[in-house]
Every structure is written in structure tokens, then in C-alpha cells.
């Protein structure tokens, strides 16, 4: 969720002369990636990195909360509820990951519920703001036409005041036990999501993961597109991610077909699966690899993927990691390596399955998810 807050004021800005200020910034906004970070930015000319630094630190250190602007944006934050709720394959994720991480902030909606904005308030705001923004997990990033030294003297003077002492850690995000839910609601195709449990950050096997979801689900030369779309004409789309946290990982795949087509579509996708896990080909390693380092190239041209991967890494490995690094580590990546990853991932966690739509079909779809787990155990048992 990325959404721009141009109309914010603080103790030391009116609405009036923000609105100001963005004549001279781009895109200024918080965005809320789930379980990773909160990340506030912005993109300025050289000549306005003092301001644009200004504002970013005048947003986290003096919000004024002002009680009729609060009443104001939450109302927006439950039409974005409401329009959430509108977007099937928003609400079957949401229904995912709930059952992936139960009882858990990662499982829960970051837009929340109208119900818990009703209770929010400007001292509510404020202690979160006070207990978990703190200057130890900051990492302030910058790209483009910057002088670095400049930037650290202007980071220095303006985040100085913020409190030194780290935030409280959160407790572990945990995978759950897996399982099935099927959301009844009238609509034109059935929503099938899956997922499993995938790896950290830090986890040694991360690039070799990636390189299989690529290879399953990463585009149009991937298996289960040539198989599922192409030769069977079963969807639109479908596509698999991974998504690496601190602490847990997350391995997704997501379609939509015909209700009718769901048991087939479920059926096929994890015959695909487990098909692939062993007969991955040196040609499609390759491939995938390819398109990770033209990804990681590609990233190099905008300003704002640098200044945000350097970030994440900051975060994630205590330093900016090179780009010869990364790619060194994508080339260490081998067919053995990348069918190591995807045993461990078949193995790690039972599959979560959701489906959302109308029909017959979905329950029986949700079924053929268990194969993923059925299958390897037959072949534990041999």
C-alpha cells in the first residue's frame, strides 16, 4: 500500500505549506510493504535535498494529528477498506495469508478493519510512533544526484533528536499448520491462491528458491504458464513470488479460472509442482537466472529502487551489498542447488490453499492442494 500524504501538517508545517513544499518534491508518501518496513519517500532536485530531508523528519518527529485531519483520513483509509473488499484477488490473499499466520500481526490486514480505526487517536498515534520509530531502526537512503557527505551532515542535524534506544523487538513471524478455506461469494471466475513456507533474508538457499519460483511461475516461459495457459487454456493469468522477511518467508501462487475448471486447475498446478522439483533443466536455470540479473540491472536505472534496496540491505545485512555480490550469488545458483531448495520448500510446511468464488468445484479444488505433502511423504515412505 502506497499512498501520498500531501495534505499532512505537522507542529512546524500547516496542510497549506506542505502543499507548498510538494511543488518541489515528487511523490512524497509512506508506503507499508506486509512484515518488512515502513518506508517514507521521497524524490527532489540536488538543490532541494535539505528540504525534502526537512519534511521527512518533520513527519516522524512533529505530527500534529490534528483531530479533524485524523477524522479526515480515516474516513479514506475505510473507503479503501470498502474498495479492498471490492477486488477479489485482494480479499483472497488477505484470506491467505490469516490462515498462513494465524493469530499473528502478520496475518492480519494492514488497512485493518473500520472497527479498529474507530479507536485510533492522536495519543494512541503518537506513543506507536514514540515506542517503535526510533533512531536505531532508521536507515535513512539516498540516490541519485547526492553528495554524501552533505546528506550525512543534513541526516545528522535533523534525525539527532530521536531516541536512541532501540525499538522493542516483535515476536517471530510463524508459518501455521497449513490447511483449506473456501470463501463463498458471487463472482464470474474462482480465485485459488497457495502457499507455503519459504526462507528469510539471510537464509543461505534464498537464491536458489527464487530461481525455482521463477522457473514454476515467473512469466511466460515459465512451466506453469505454458501448461496451465497455454497448452490448457484453464486461466488468464497465474504467476508465483517469493517474498523473504527477517524472520519467515513466504512462497505464494495465485490464479483465476471458471469455477467449473478449478478441480483441474488445482490438480494440474500441483502435478507441475512436484513435476518440476525434479526434472528442473540446466536451460531453465539459466533462464531464470538471466532474468534475475537483468532485473537487478534494470533496478540500477531508477533512483528510488537504489535508494531502496539500499535500505533493505542496510536492514537486512548490516551493509549495501554490491552489485557484484549479488550476482556472484545468483551465479553460484545450480540445477541441484535450485531442486534442493524446492524439496525443502515442499517439505518445510503443509500447503495453505484458499479459494474464493462460486460453484461445486472449489472444495474438490482445495483438495488437490494436499498432493504438494501427500506426494512427498509416499516418497519418504519408499
Same mark, same amino acid.
Given at each position: ?5 500531501n495534505?499532512?501538517s505537522?507542529?512546524s508545517a ?5 502543499k ?9 508518501m509512506?508506503?507499508?510493504?506486509v512484515?518488512s ?5 521521497t524524490g ?8 525534502a ?18 477524522e ?14 471490492d ?5 483472497v ?28 487517536? @492522536?495519543?494512541?498515534? @503518537? ?15 539516498a ?14 542535524? @535533523? ?12 515476536e ?8 483449506s478455506?473456501?470463501v463463498?461469494?458471487?463472482?464470474e ?21 527464487q ?13 506453469l ?13 497465474i ?10 518467508g ?23 509442482i ?19 540479473k537483468?532485473?537487478?540491472l ?7 529502487s537504489r ?8 536492514l ?7 552489485l557484484?555480490?549479488l ?18 520448500l ?11 468464488g ?14 504438494l505433502?501427500r506426494s512427498?511423504?509416499?516418497? @519418504?515412505?519408499?
Open positions: 500500500m502506497a499512498r501520498a500524504r495534505g499532512l505537522t507542529k500547516s496542510a497549506t505549506t506542505m507548498f513544499i510538494s511543488a518541489v518534491t515528487t511523490n512524497t509512506c508506503q507499508l510493504p512484515a518496513f515502513t518506508m517514507l519517500a527532489t532536485k540536488k538543490a532541494d535535498v535539505p528540504l530531508l526537512d519534511v521527512l523528519s518533520d513527519i516522524l518527529a512533529n505530527p500534529s494529528f490534528v483531530p479533524d485531519e485524523l479526515r483520513e480515516k474516513n479514506v483509509i475505510v473507503q479503501e477498506i470498502g474498495a479492498a473488499q477486488t477479489p484477488d485482494d480479499v490473499f488477505e484470506h491467505l495469508n490469516e490462515l498462513c499466520y494465524p493469530e499473528q500481526p502478520m496475518g492480519r490486514s494492514l488497512l485493518g478493519t473500520a472497527k479498529t480505526l474507530k479507536r485510533f487517536d @492522536r495519543d494512541m498515534l @503518537r506513543s506507536y510512533l514514540s515506542t517503535h520509530y526510533r533512531a536505531p531502526d532508521m536507515v535513512v537512503a540516490a541519485g544526484a547526492v553528495d554524501h557527505a552533505r546528506v550525512v551532515e543534513e541526516v545528522e542535524a @535533523r534525525f539527532g533528536s530521536f531516541d536512541p534506544t532501540p525499538a522493542p523487538k516483535p517471530p513471524a510463524m508459518f501455521g499448520k497449513g490447511g478455506r473456501v463463498h461469494r458471487d463472482l471466475q474462482a480465485h485459488l491462491t497457495l502457499a507455503l513456507e519459504g526462507v528469510p533474508q539471510t537464509d543461505l538457499s534464498l537464491f536458489s528458491l530461481v525455482f519460483t521463477n522457473t514454476l511461475g515467473g512469466g511466460m516461459s515459465s512451466r504458464f505454458q501448461e496451465v495457459r497455454e497448452k490448457r487454456g484453464l486461466c488468464y493469468s504467476y508465483t513470488f517469493h517474498a523473504p522477511y527477517t524472520d519467515t513466504f512462497f505464494g501462487l495465485y490464479t483465476g479460472t471458471d469455477p467449473a475448471d478449478a478441480p483441474e486447475m488445482m490438480e494440474v498446478v500441483v502435478d507441475v512436484n513435476e518440476a522439483v525434479e526434472t528442473l533443466t540446466e536451460a531453465e536455470v539459466a533462464r531464470a537466472k538471466a532474468q534475475m537483468a532485473g537487478l534494470m533496478a540500477l536505472e531508477s533512483c528510488s535508494a531502496e534496496q539500499l535500505a533493505r540491505h542496510i537486512a545485512y548490516g551493509r549495501p551489498q554490491t557484484e555480490e550476482i556472484g550469488r545468483i551465479e553460484e545458483v545450480s540445477v541441484e542447488s535450485t531442486r534442493n531448495a524446492a524439496r525443502a515442499l517439505t518445510r510446511s503443509r500447503p495453505a490453499v484458499v479459494a474464493l462460486s460453484g461445486r468445484g472449489l472444495d474438490t479444488a482445495v483438495s488437490f492442494a494436499e498432493g505433502t512427498k511423504e509416499r516418497a @519418504r515412505l519408499h
